[in-house]
């Protein structure tokens, strides 16, 4: 019994291993081809590792590109989005978790209504609702759009998180005196921090790598996020992979950063709120 016990636990192990590897090798290969240098990127077939490494893609990114402004538009549009977001979910998803009112289940099911529509086929509608208002080719557009499809989606969230919360507590903090938003406030939103992580990290990730709404909105580079820019390492009878790659690369260090600075309390989070009670 005990052999197939650690038979059954290696075979686990592994195929937790090959997981991980085959999630990990994209980017490796994105980090690989960042550094390679032009002459080598087709002249030394496929290695693992060039033969000698250079850094002149980042530089041509970082000092001869648009990059900057797009990098700069997706930290304002995904911080942005992810704030609005979180604040207004958490305070419907405490709504949909605490209190009964008059059509809640109707508005309950409009919420779930407006996740089932291809996003494509809002394209043409929201354009031509952002369009007189001068939100097109804008970020307040992005933001605005952005919010508006993510805000669904992160209230279910928060109130699995709010549903897991005694409701006695509060009741407590009303015998001391306390009103519904103060209770909210001051023991209610402290015990959904890992929760509110978990959105954040949701919303800003989702944010952050949109592309269809950000190509159909935006018609300049002055209003465009990184994954708009990337395009433009594409020509019409090229594509500079090492340039596209180092892009990447710089794109994936702020998702990095923003993760590990909230990862204590995402892992925390997300095993809370898969769990009812």
Known sequence: MNSYSTFGTALHRVAILCYVLFALFPLFWLLKVSVTPNDLLYSEGVRMWPSRMSFEHFRFVLAHS?????????????GATAVIVTLLASLSGYALSRFTFRGKYWLVALMLLTQMF???????????????????????????????FNIPFATFLMQSFFDGIPKELEEAAKIDGATQFMAFRQIVLPLTLPGIAATLGFVFTAAWSELL???MLISGNSAATFPVGLLTFVS??????????????????????????????????????????
Not at 258 to 267: G, P
């Open 213 to 215: 709404f950000a190509l």
């Open 118 to 148: 291809p996003l494509v086929m809002l394209v043409a509608p929201i354009f031509k609702m952002l369009s007189p208002l001068g939100l097109t080719n804008s970020l307040t557009g992005l933001v605005v759009v952005y919010t508006a």
């Open 236 to 277: 019409k009878f090229s594509v500079d992979f090492g340039q596209m790659m180092a892009a990447g690369v710089l794109a994936l260090i702020p998702a990095c950063l923003f993760f590990l600075f909230i990862q204590r309390y995402l892992v925390q989070g997300l095993t809370a709120g898969a769990v009812k009670g």
């Open 66 to 78: 648009a990059f900057p402004v797009f990098f700069r538009n997706s930290m304002i549009v995904a």
